[in-house]
């Protein structure tokens, strides 16, 4: 057997980490909340710093030098990188969902749909399945008359710079949290508003076109979603 193996060398082994060790001490130096990898929902958090040292009978004798910064999660205690900061939690992912559905909505109505009950009602309907459960038509209807009033621009009229930048500040921070399907569904709903009083007008397709690309969907792609939005299912 070879040494260091068997009983005898797990024991010598063990006692030999209890008497020299590494052990390392965490400053607190931040905290907040997060979405936790391991609890897998929205908890309390510390952000660490640590300093390491050198252990003689679990007694710290020598600084060995620093570590982290690490997240540790108030509940499951478990360390992570700080990169997990960069996902929103949950209950902000809902807010940025709900307020990217709500500006496509106004982009495509402003676009050419204010008019038409069928596309208020249509985007009514997705803006409430998105979180604002008490949008109504006339909400929808009065909010684009005042962007419109706002920037001087008139129902029809292609996506201006303006809206364009509204488009890309709701949809550019929610697109890498969106797997390819959720990033397509939220195209979808703005095609179906566009779609719903009839065929797809310039200033839709161009406005449809500027959701696609702040959703990072490949041009090849926004034009087969597109396609398939106008086929009855």
Known sequence: M???RGPNGRSAATRLSRLLGTRTAWTAVGDGEFFCPGCGGDRNYQRLTGHRRFALLGVPVLPRGGT????ECAACRRHFGTDVLDHPTTTRFSAMLRDAVHTVALAVLAA???CSRASLETAAAGVRAAGFEDCTEEQLAALVEAL???TGRFTGEPCTAGLAIELHEALDPLAPHLAAPGRESILLQGARIALADGPYTPAERDALATVGA???????DVTRLLAAARTPS
Not at 68 to 71: I, L, R, T
Not at 214 to 220: G, P, R
Request: glycine residues 20%.
């Open 148 to 150: 419109e009033a706002d």
């Open 112 to 114: 050419g749909g204010t």
């Open 68 to 71: 982290g910064p690490v997240v």
């Open 2 to 4: 070879l040494p260091g």
């Open 214 to 220: 702040a959703l990072t969907i490949c041009s090849d």
